[in-house]
């Protein structure tokens, strides 16, 4: 099958920089699909970080430390950002002002303000396709999910809980990083760093928080700074959002959690719905298994529970039989985002996180911290 070739640059050759150049290595895991990402430039501010690039990626043309210089070149199609959040803003506005197509890191925007800034390019540049990096969903376990959501099979809706929680940063001796400073994660800490993965699902179900009532916290206050002193941990570790959905239908409470400090955890991504007719959920932390229970008035309330196969929204090589990890979930997310250059959005079996998407998750994190700050419910505006 010929295959359209979709020129991309790298900017920000850290952990999720590579990510993708694994994935764009390993294309022909997928099966029918006439479009595959080639990365031929990269760049980051720090020449060592793209040097693994060289080293590994043999299509890379191009270096470069200044993205500016990257963006100039008229031999890229799309773009990888994967950058500290404080660089999102001006990187990302420069990017689709290029005419280069995104697939940028969240939270899209180191708060609200730059989020709107970066709302306001992508509406002036409506031919630039624009998404945000979000995996978890294309886990076959929460592609189960969603399909059971689209069958419409819950009845009404008793509560919903979603999560995402890490737990390295238990390790007092963890040296700080950008992750821990408000300068380049921003205020929103750990929501800003964790939360959109969680909102993902609910906001495409349409599920909008209409108020939220938040308690964050701070746990470890201080950390090595690698250069034998401490230095001070700004950000949220944890953030538990206790919300209230209002849809046309039905009015129900979210529980929505992100924690950088939850023991035993090391990547645990999950999703319950409760229903009169119908409760599921799927976590990340038993990755092939998916739990549901049907409910039939006065019938017997069991939990089935079941490995579900190796099949996402883009067909593979892998036998069903197998086992998805993580880096299944990043491959099926670049098909998602290299689909819909190629095809637009009609046709796409589960898409990327959109910018509609990215700013509701802003909306859910500042409303979050006007509730931490008075200790007062928020209430979210969804109509401005
Ligand atoms: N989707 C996910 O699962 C996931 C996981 C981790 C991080 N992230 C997101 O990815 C983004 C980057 O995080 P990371 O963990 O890869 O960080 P990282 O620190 O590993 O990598 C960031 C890279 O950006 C480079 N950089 C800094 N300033 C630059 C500039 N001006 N121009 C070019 N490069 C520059 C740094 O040198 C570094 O190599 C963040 O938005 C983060 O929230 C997403």
């Not at 390295?168 to 963890?174: A, C, I």
């Not at 001070?232 to 953030?239: I, Q």
């Amino acid at each position: 099958m010929e295959k359209k070739i979709i020129r991309f640059g790298v900017i920000g050759c850290g952990l999720m920089g590579k990510e993708f150049a694994s994935a764009a290595a390993r294309w022909c895991h997928l099966n029918h699909v006439d479009f595959e990402p080639r990365i031929t430039a990269v760049c980051d501010a720090n020449p060592e970080a793209a040097r693994w690039f060289l080293d590994h990626v043999p299509t890379v043309e191009n270096v470069y430390t200044d993205y500016k210089e990257l963006l100039a070149n008229d031999s890229i199609d799309a773009i990888y950002c994967a950058v500290p959040h404080n660089l999102h803003e001006g990187i990302y506005i420069d990017i689709i002002r290029a005419g280069k197509h995104l697939l940028g890191e969240k939270p899209f925007g180191i708060d609200r303000g730059a989020n709107a800034a970066i709302q306001a390019a992508i509406k002036a540049h409506p031919d630039v396709i624009v998404r945000s990096s979000s995996e978890f969903p294309f886990f076959p376990g929460a592609q189960q999910i969603v399909k059971w959501v689209n069958e419409d099979r819950f009845g009404q809706i008793i509560e919903v809980e979603a999560g995402f929680w890490h737990s390295s940063d238990l390790d007092p001796s963890k040296p700080i990083n950008w992750k821990r400073r408000i300068g380049t994660n921003g205020e929103y800490g750990c929501m800003g760093d964790l939360g959109l993965h969680v909102l993902h699902l609910p906001l495409r179900f349409g599920w909008r928080p209409a108020n939220v009532r938040a308690l964050l916290s701070k746990i470890i206050p201080e950390r090595p700074d690698g250069k034998g002193g401490m230095a001070a941990c700004e950000t949220w570790d944890n953030a538990i959002l206790a919300c209230e959905v209002k849809t046309s239908e039905q009015q129900f409470p979210m529980v929505l959690s992100m924690k950088r400090i939850a023991p035993g955890h090391a990547n645990s991504w999950f999703i319950r719905i409760q229903g009169t007719k119908f409760s599921a959920e799927y976590s990340t932390k038993n990755p092939k298994q998916v739990s549901s229970l049907p409910y039939e008035q006065g019938g017997v309330q069991a939990w089935h529970v079941y490995d579900v196969p190796y099949k996402s929204a883009y067909d593979t090589i892998t036998g069903g039989i197998f086992e998805f990890g993580f880096s299944d979930s990043i491959l099926q997310m670049w098909a998602a985002f290299c689909d819909e250059i190629v095809h637009g959005k009609s046709g796409l079996a589960f898409g990327c996180a959109t910018p509609e998407e990215a700013e509701g998750s802003h909306r859910v994190f500042t409303a979050a911290l006007e509730s931490q700050r008075t200790g007062e419910t928020a209430v979210i505006d969804w109509r401005e």
